[in-house]
């Protein structure tokens, strides 16, 4: 339990609202007993005239109807704030995991897939619900009342107290905790396998066309099969185990109600105590036992929401792959970048870039060129810190860049990397990305540099056209210059391009390329490519092989 532990401050931040949910659930619940314990009075007392008792009828049939109208609105309003608390809490959640997601991305170490991270995110989250709603707020109710009512009937019936309290708290409280071990296995299993859903339908989603075109379809169709018939058995385990639970509560209610029975009789023949007052007494203590039932019914959840609490702790305290210095240094003006002599290797003893130098002044054009593999992409990723160099210094307008604020760090510098995505939006949503303040002036000057405007000036909607899910409606290539345009609007004074020419055509290629230096004048450029550069692109080429950088002629 101490992953849902670990969230008690997310709790305590709400803690008014749940409180006074707390007070609703013990009000509402209360009302019901009253309910039950006044009709049963009422009932006994009002069938007892017939046999030539006298009885009022009026004080309890006024009750009757108080309690129903209090029960009435009283659970509306458990119900209203309960659940308005807990929502606001899994945004609280949300919000949070997703601010500790991001400096995280990508994650390090684990195969941290994007169906699992959204499964953390979404579900995970939302099965901690369970935990206020079902478990928190009944338990702390059956505290409330099941004290109560101990003492309601220990003041009337001698020995009452004691057996209603067994019972009572064996249910709501013992019961559970039992439950809740039993029920730890199966709710990992259940949230785990929620999980495995989630990845199979986002990777057959995902890659239907090549699965349809590598015939492979039933193998992702057995991948899903696979995952649902793992979540079907794990639910009927925890179903198994609350059906338990459920019929162990009523055993619990029967065997108190016979107890207390047993004593009110006694106390009724020695004259001590009236019949009306005796049934409506047996019935309140039933009726409080709702309540049991339903902690019961959430402790069969609890060992799921304790899972995805684990998962959901496990994502946010990962190591973020490079952190900021306690005492950041304020990054200079300039656009110059400097390696020097940089090692690094995503795993111990592979080197990817081995004592790599590198002078770029600002305002320059450089190109990166060498082997698939051989390290381009990696050298724009220290650059923008995305990871840190395990020896040398990376330099940004003179300052070690591993001493700055990330953030300004990539204000200063934006990346095209080889898997930019488009988002959600329009056109001009995506643009916005890269300068939230440009005008419509601004995007379409981005868009010629990007060669896109063309294309977007058929549009009959222009800047305003909606995209699909990741650029669906686009091409391949005019993604990427989407993209490239996005790049080209921001502010940042140092441009890192990773491929930018993949996916546009050869002549589309070399009309990108001869502007390249237009659309970028001022600004300092750095180009890893394959593609085959004209004199006078590029200051220099630096070729990388062997994880070395040398100058190179081409
Ligand atoms: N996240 C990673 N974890 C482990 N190894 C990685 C990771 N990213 C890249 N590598 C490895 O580092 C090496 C350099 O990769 P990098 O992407 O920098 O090459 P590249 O020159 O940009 O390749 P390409 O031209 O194909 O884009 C490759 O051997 C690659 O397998």
Redesign the pocket.
């Known amino acids: 339990m101490k992953a849902l532990f670990s969230f008690s401050p997310f709790f305590a931040h709400r803690s008014g609202a749940f409180l006074l949910a707390i007070a609703l659930s013990v009000l509402t619940l209360g009302a019901g007993v009253g309910l039950l314990g006044v009709s049963g009075w009422f009932l006994t007392g009002a069938a007892l005239t017939t046999a030539g008792v006298a009885f009022n009828l009026f004080g309890p049939s006024a009750l009757v109807r108080g309690f129903s109208f209090l029960r009435i609105v009283s659970r509306y309003g458990e119900k209203l704030v309960g659940h308005d608390a807990t929502l606001r809490l899994l945004a609280d959640l949300r919000g949070w995991q997703f601010r500790r997601l991001i400096p995280r991305v990508?994650l390090q170490g684990k195969a941290w897939r994007r169906g699992d991270l959204v499964s953390r995110l979404t579900a995970d989250i939302d099965a901690l619900d369970t935990v206020f709603l079902s478990a928190l707020g009944p338990i702390a109710t059956a505290l409330v009342l099941g004290t109560a009512m101990t003492a309601v009937l220990a003041w009337y019936l001698q020995g009452a107290g004691l057996v209603y309290e067994l019972g009572f708290f064996g249910a709501s409280l013992v019961l559970p905790a039992i439950l809740v071990l039993a029920a730890i296995a199966p709710g990992e299993a259940a949230v785990g396998a929620s999980a495995d859903l989630r990845m199979a339908v986002l990777d057959g989603v995902e890659g239907h066309t090549d699965l349809r075109a590598l015939g492979a379809t039933a193998w992702a169709q057995q991948t899903f099969t696979d995952a649902s018939a793992h979540l079907q058995r794990a639910k009927t385990r925890q179903a198994t185990i609350a059906a338990i639970g459920n019929a162990l509560v009523q055993l619990f209610a029967g065997v108190t109600l016979v107890g207390l029975l047993w004593i009110g009789l006694d106390a009724h023949s020695a004259g001590a105590l009236g019949g009306p007052l005796l049934v409506g007494l047996l019935l309140a203590s039933l009726g409080s036992f709702e309540v049991a039932l339903s902690i019961v019914r959430s402790a069969s959840r609890l060992g799921a929401a304790q899972a995805a609490a684990q998962r959901v702790k496990a994502l946010s305290e990962t190591a973020p792959a490079v952190r900021d210095v306690d005492a950041p240094k304020e990054l200079p003006q300039g656009g110059s970048v400097t390696f020097e002599n940089v090692c690094f290797g995503?795993?111990p003893h592979r080197p990817?870039l081995d004592e790599v130098n590198l002078q770029v002044g600002a305002g320059e054009r450089v190109a990166l060129i060498?082997?698939?593999?051989?390290?381009?992409?990696?050298?724009l990723?220290l650059l923008l810190r995305l990871a840190d160099a395990q020896a040398g210094t990376v330099r940004v307008a003179g300052e070690n860049v591993a001493q700055v604020v990330q953030a300004d760090l990539h204000r200063r510098v934006a990346l095209l990397s080889?898997d930019t995505p488009v988002f959600l939006g329009t056109i001009r949503d995506n643009l916005l990305i890269g300068k939230p303040d440009a005008n419509s002036e601004d995007c379409r000057r981005a868009l010629t540099a990007a060669r896109l405007d063309a294309f977007v000036s058929t549009l009959p909607d222009g800047l305003e056209t909606w995209l699909g899910e990741a650029g669906r409606t686009l091409s391949a290539g005019q993604a990427r210059r989407l993209c490239l345009a996005r790049v080209l609007l921001s502010q940042a004074s140092i441009i890192a391009l990773?491929?930018p020419t993949s996916g546009l055509d050869p002549e589309t290629e070399r009309d990108f390329l001869s502007d390249l230096s237009a659309a970028t004048s001022g600004r300092t450029v750095l180009i890893?490519t394959?593609a085959k550069l004209a004199p006078g692109m590029v200051e220099r080429v630096y070729r990388?092989d062997n994880g070395r950088l040398s100058l190179s002629e081409a």
């Open positions: 990508p995503y795993v990817v060498g082997a698939s593999g051989s390290g381009k992409s990696t050298i990723s080889q990773d491929e890893a394959h990388l």
